[in-house]
């Protein structure tokens, strides 16, 4: 990017990642005296909560994302760039990326995370999480792939660890991956096959702690697991993985024979920590401040799931959608007054209370001191979902196609698709894994 | 599949390829005295005529596919195989595919054709064809990452090249693709850059004949080029492509100057010929008798684009989906009719007539002597293309999308997904690219 010496008449804010936290950031620069650019390795906005939705094939890809540039349009003070960004200078306040170098008067880093393995990174091949779209079209044909290839199997053992699915992680991704995955088996593919009958198929579901959605009331994780129970998964509570391979997974005393085996036990913070020379957690956020600025820094802000932010009791903010939208608006919000010459309090959390859903009918909601589950928690839990998509068009197609399952039980998505198509090669993981699961070792 | 003897009570038709072709076929044998089993590369059926609306970002995948499970499901005498097939033994009645060996008493050959290079096989890389989702996703990315690279690129010359499209062939792919390639630049793009103006993107047609749409009158040959021209492409037609590298393609006289370009200029079939052992033209293309059979093999069909059959003329078939739907059928009936005993006359094609559409409101139809051009063409395409849709869902799903596209210009499947998303090094045609352009050598 040349270096334009009229653009100093504008500060400009540069804004790492195009998620939760740094889309809310840009849009409420909408207005800002300030030149905004947006810079990310994807051209679209992910709306991550609904991905295990294309995993199990009830969504397309495009249904849950949105051109950046799209969104960002009639926004003239910003700019969208696609790139990976490789390094920060906080010396000359510039950011690398591709061959380009983009100096910045504010930044704002909310490049999200990615799934962890805690120290066990060769997992990530047998056991690939969900972070990304290409993540989920790879696992929606590991899934489906894992179907065809008992339907011709002719040995009874490969036929049972073909049709065994373990997901690993009781948190709302894992709860609502074996939810769909069951129902997927046991409605959806009921009828397709002829030498097996997908219902026969386990969906395990593994959680290290003594209890699934250890985030919400205990009232609650007991529901879900009942509802999950009711749709034929099988919870195993108080179970860590000890070992993964090719062929299942190995909890303290039990060993599951597996071909799918599915990551959704923790995440860690993207690299941004090593970029900004700063001192992280063990999941790799970035430690900030009050106002989310890194120690020293006035000017370098880190958000969303990137971030460790701690609230004023010391406990460090959930890494849920709703904190990295409302630490985007926080910061927005800050530069704005900083440049009006006002000050601003620390960041603080509104929580608006959380849902998971489990299945085609059933969710658990917590909001405040309300607990609702079952039927009209997941309608509460679908309205709200279908709102918070972005743009007219994909609540459209959202509705539409859960209208459709929903009356159904069909699965309209169900293609096998990527380089190698349907070649049964790939159940075992090769170098045409996403690159999400080829992470760096962690340190 | 281990043979069993209890099968022998039921003669089994194999049909190998769940195109137009052999779906039709598959479909026609639903109430017959037979077990059929169907043989796909792919789980889904693909409705091929909207393919070039994957390509530029109009409609999702999953939109014009269906699994094949789903469309068979409740026909009860047939069982879907997910399997590349790799020969085909004709001594022992046998079809070898992915360690399975499947026999047959009646076959059926529906594998369709691939895009072919007329001897120049190292186009592939340069010039990528649409046969397959992956292709269409493939291109997808290309197309929008050229105009995402030409937005960061500093050198004229390079971002000139970048937002130049060649499409090479002038039938009804070429025409749809390069129409919509327009549409999506001059349009659902205009507004999304800051330092290029995607308007100024150059897309221009290659055609080596007279005239674009040979197979329709010239009158609405001359209506499609017009139709084009309005929307901003430029047509040449009399211009063989000579060479083509990774920087653009050589005419007879002249260089164009590209980093997209598409190859709509030809086919050949599948290798269905070399499994055979058959008689085929220089296209590839299995030559068969009157009643679809393969001389001297009269329980092995060979239909749709896989094909050589010639009309009470000496005139082959026309390479489009009516005729391969027709040639399922007639297959079908023919295989019934014989097992009662009865005879069949030779396959006759009834052509209904043919259409192709230029953007967003022009298209051309020729059916019968009746011929149209511009609006009303549109509408009678729009309406036959959801009509022949396979599948409630999908139809309901393209209307919702063209609706949308056609209200708002935009386009919703934006996305630029794939192994490794957004990195620029896609822009050179590696490893990545899909398997139908690493075809083998054309012999």
């Known amino acids: 990017m040349a270096q334009d010496d009229s653009r100093k008449q504008r500060r400009r804010v540069v804004v790492i990642g195009a998620g939760f936290a740094g889309l809310s950031a840009a849009k409420a620069l909408r207005n800002a005296p300030f030149d905004v650019i947006v810079i990310d390795r994807h051209n679209y906005h992910l709306f991550q909560p609904l991905l295990y939705q294309v995993a199990t094939a009830g969504l397309s890809p495009a249904d849950i994302a949105a051109p950046i540039r799209g969104i960002l349009r009639d926004q003239k003070n910003t700019t969208v760039i696609l790139a990976r960004v490789s390094h920060i200078d906080l010396e000359r306040n510039e950011v690398g990326a591709e061959g380009l170098r983009i100096d910045f008067d504010h930044l704002i880093v909310a490049t999200g995370a990615q799934h962890a393995y805690f120290g066990h990174q060769d997992w990530a091949a047998y056991a690939p999480g969900l972070k990304t779209i290409d993540d989920a079209t790879y696992l929606r044909r590991r899934i489906l ?36 995955i069951a129902e997927l088996a046991k409605r959806a593919l009921a009828m397709d096959f002829r030498s097996i009958d997908p219902r026969c198929a386990r969906i395990i579901l593994v959680e290290a702690g ?85 120690p020293g820094h006035p000017d370098v802000f880190v958000i969303g799931d990137t971030a460790l932010a701690l609230d004023e009791y010391g406990k460090p903010f959930p890494g849920v959608a709703p904190v990295a939208k409302q630490q985007g608006q926080y910061v927005a919000d800050l530069l704005m007054a900083r440049a009006r ?62 209208a459709w399952n929903y009356l159904t039980f069909q699965r309209g998505t169900r293609l096998i698709t990527g380089i190698s198509g349907a070649r049964m090669q790939d159940m075992t993981p090769d170098g045409e894994m996403p690159e999400s699961a080829r992470v760096r070792e962690v340190a």
Chains 1, 2 share one sequence.
């Not at 179970?239 to 391979?245: G, H």
């Not at 601003?344 to 009918?361: E, L, Q």
């Not at 509460?380 to 959202?398: D, K, M, P, Q, T």
Request: hydrophobic share 50%; with cysteine; net charge positive.
């Open 145 to 180: 792939l894992a179907f065809e290839k008992a339907e011709t199997e002719p040995v009874a053992a490969e036929r049972r660890r073909l049709l065994n699915f373990v997901v690993v992680g009781g948190g709302p991704t894992g709860v609502e991956m074996a939810g769909a």
């Open 210 to 294: 003594p209890r699934l959605l250890p985030s919400f009331d205990p009232s609650l994780s007991e529901a879900a697991r009942h509802s999950l129970e009711q749709l034929g998964v099988e919870v195993h509570l108080g179970a860590a993985v000890i070992d993964c391979d090719c062929q299942g997974v190995s909890l303290g005393g039990e060993r599951i024979e597996a071909r799918t085996v599915i990551w959704a036990a923790g995440v860690m913070a993207s690299p941004a920590g090593d970029w900004l020379g700063a001192q992280a957690d063990r999941a790799g956020r970035v430690k900030v401040v009050a106002d989310l600025s890194l």
């Open 341 to 402: 010459g006002n000050e601003m309090p620390p960041f603080r959390y509104r929580d608006f209370g959380a849902m998971a859903t489990i299945g085609r009918k059933r969710a658990v909601a917590q909001i405040g001191r309300l607990k609702l589950s079952g039927f009209l928690a997941w309608v509460l839990w679908s309205v709200a979902h279908i709102y918070f998509l972005i743009g007219f068009r994909n609540r459209l197609a959202v509705a539409t196609n859960w």
